[in-house]
C-alpha cells in the first residue's frame, strides 16, 4: 500500500532489530534514493534506476539492506508482502528517515515468491522509488527465463491521462523461441486497477501476492491486479517462429501495450514441456479455527484522512489465534487494503471457505464488504492501511500480535 498524508510518518521497520553496521559488508545491499538528473517531470529512484535495482535471494536467506536518504525530504522504505516485515519499532508511528541520514536494516525471508519494496509516501512511490524483490525457491523451477514486468504509472501524457511505464519503458521488446517457458513476475505498482492480457497465449497463474496457489489457466488470457498486488504467470510460446503477441494492460482510461513477444526463427525444443506442477507450498497454515477465531470489522469511511493514527491497537491478538476481519467501503472510491507482514485469505461470502489463494492486498468495491482470515504467527504490531485508487488514504491503524 502506497499512502500519503500523515500515513506518511508511519516508517514501516523490519522484525530484527536494526544494527548499525551489518557484519558483512559485502553482503549488504545499498539503496540510494536520490532524485534523477534531467527528467521532467521530476523522477525519483533508487540506485539511478526507474524501477530500482532487483533484490534477489533464496528463501531463508537473510536480506541486509542499506538505506541512503539523498533526497531533499524524509522518506521510508516498505517492503511489500514480505510476512513479518513492517513491524512498527514503536506504535502507532515512529519517524521516517530524514535526509542525509542512512539506516541499516536486515529482514527474514521465509517465503519464496514476488515481492517488492517501495516508497511509503504515495507521491515518492509513484515518481520512481519502487522496485523488485524476488525470493527463489530453494530448487530450481522448471522454467526457461525469469522475467519481471513491472507496470508503474508514467508522467502525465499530453492528453493529460496517466500513461503506464513498463520496466521503466514505454513498452518492452522480448525476443522469445517456440516452446520455450517463461515465468513473468508480474507486479502492479501503478495507482489503478490494471487487467493485463498476454494475447494468443494461455498464461499459467502459478502464484498470487507472492503465495503459491493451484496453478489455473487465466480466463481469456487475463489477470486483474490492483494497485500492489503481484501474479506470478508461466506461459509457453506456442506460436510459430516469426510471429509476434502483445502484452497489453487495460485501465479505465484504456489499453496500452506494455510489451511485445518477438519469436526466434529458431525453436528452442521440438515440443512444449508438459504442464506445470504446482510451486513449492510456503509455510503458510492449511487450515484455521473459525470457531475460536477473533472477529473484527472496519469501516472505510475517509474520515481518517490527514489524523493520526490511536495510540492503541484496533486489536490484540495472540500468535496462532485466527482472526477474521471485516472490511466495509463507505466511501464514494475503491479502496485497496492491506494487511501489513501477513498474507490472508479471501473468505466466501457466508464465511463457510475461502478462496483458494493468499493475498496481502485487496480492492475493496465502493459499498462492499469483504471478509478475510489470517493467522498471525509472530509477536509484534503491523499497520492495516487502505487508500483510494488515486492514492488517498482512508484508514491507517494498527493491530498487536503478543
Same mark, same amino acid.
Given at each position: ?50 524501477p530500482g535495482p532487483i533484490l534477489r535471494l533464496r528463501r531463508g536467506d ?119 517457458? $517463461?515465468? #513473468?513476475?508480474?507486479?502492479? =505498482? !501503478?495507482?489503478? /486497477?490494471?487487467? +493485463?492480457?498476454?494475447? %494468443?497465449? @494461455? ?121 477474521? $476481519?471485516? #472490511?466495509?467501503?463507505?466511501? =464514494? !472510491?475503491?479502496? /485497496?487494503?492491506? +494487511?501489513?507482514?501477513? %498474507?490472508? @485469505? ?57
Amino acid at each position: 500500500m502506497m499512502l500519503g498524508g500523515a500515513a506518511a510518518a508511519i516508517a514501516t521497520t523490519i522484525p530484527a532489530p536494526v544494527r548499525s553496521q551489518p557484519t558483512r559488508m559485502e553482503d549488504v545491499r545499498v539503496l540510494r534514493a536520490a532524485a534523477l538528473e534531467g527528467r521532467s517531470p521530476p523522477a525519483l529512484a533508487y540506485g539511478g534506476t526507474v524501477p530500482g535495482p532487483i533484490l534477489r535471494l533464496r528463501r531463508g536467506d537473510e536480506l541486509a539492506v542499506r538505506l541512503i536518504n539523498s533526497l531533499d525530504e524524509a522518506t521510508a522504505l516498505d517492503w511489500h508482502g514480505l510476512r513479518g516485515a513492517g513491524m512498527l519499532a514503536s506504535p502507532p508511528q515512529r519517524p521516517p528517515l530524514a535526509p542525509g541520514t542512512s539506516v541499516d536494516m536486515r529482514l527474514a525471508c521465509p517465503d519464496a515468491g514476488t515481492f517488492w519494496y517501495h516508497a511509503e509516501r504515495h507521491d515518492q512511490a509513484r515518481r520512481g522509488l519502487h522496485g523488485l524483490l524476488v525470493v527463489e525457491e530453494s530448487e530450481p523451477v522448471a522454467v526457461d527465463r525469469d522475467l519481471p514486468l513491472i507496470i508503474a504509472d508514467a508522467p502525465v501524457s499530453d492528453a493529460g491521462a496517466p500513461a503506464l511505464m513498463a520496466n521503466g519503458a514505454p513498452t518492452l521488446q522480448w525476443p522469445v523461441r517456440t516452446n520455450e517457458r $517463461l515465468r #513473468l513476475r508480474l507486479v502492479n =505498482a !501503478a495507482s489503478r /486497477v490494471l487487467a +493485463v492480457r498476454i494475447e %494468443a497465449h @494461455r498464461p499459467m497463474v502459478m502464484a498470487l501476492d507472492g503465495q503459491p496457489c493451484e496453478p489455473f489457466v487465466a480466463r481469456d488470457a487475463e489477470v486483474f491486479l490492483g494497485p500492489g498486488n503481484r501474479a506470478d504467470l508461466f506461459v509457453d510460446m506456442v506460436l510459430t517462429p516469426g510471429a509476434a503477441a502483445a502484452i497489453v494492460a487495460q485501465t479505465e482510461s484504456g489499453t496500452a501495450t506494455v510489451a511485445t513477444l518477438s519469436y526466434g526463427e529458431t525453436p528452442l525444443r521440438a515440443a512444449p514441456l508438459a504442464p506445470p506442477q504446482p510451486l513449492p507450498a510456503n509455510d503458510l497454515p492449511a487450515r484455521m479455527d473459525f470457531a475460536g477465531a477473533f472477529k473484527s470489522d472496519l469501516v472505510l469511511t475517509g474520515t481518517l484522512t490527514g489524523a493520526e493514527p490511536s495510540s492503541r491497537p484496533a486489536f490484540s491478538i495472540r500468535r496462532g489465534r485466527t482472526v477474521m $476481519l471485516g #472490511l466495509s467501503n463507505r466511501t =464514494a !472510491a475503491v479502496q /485497496v487494503v492491506r +494487511v501489513h507482514g501477513h %498474507a490472508f @485469505r479471501l473468505l466466501d461470502r457466508l464465511d463457510d471457505g475461502w478462496k483458494p489463494f493468499w493475498l496481502d492486498t485487496l480492492v475493496v468495491p465502493s459499498g462492499g464488504t469483504h471478509r478475510v482470515a489470517f493467522v498471525p504467527d509472530r509477536a509484534g504490531a503491523f499497520l492495516i492501511t487502505a487508500a483510494g485508487i488515486a492514492g488517498a488514504p482512508s484508514l491507517t491503524t494498527w493491530f498487536e500480535v503478543t
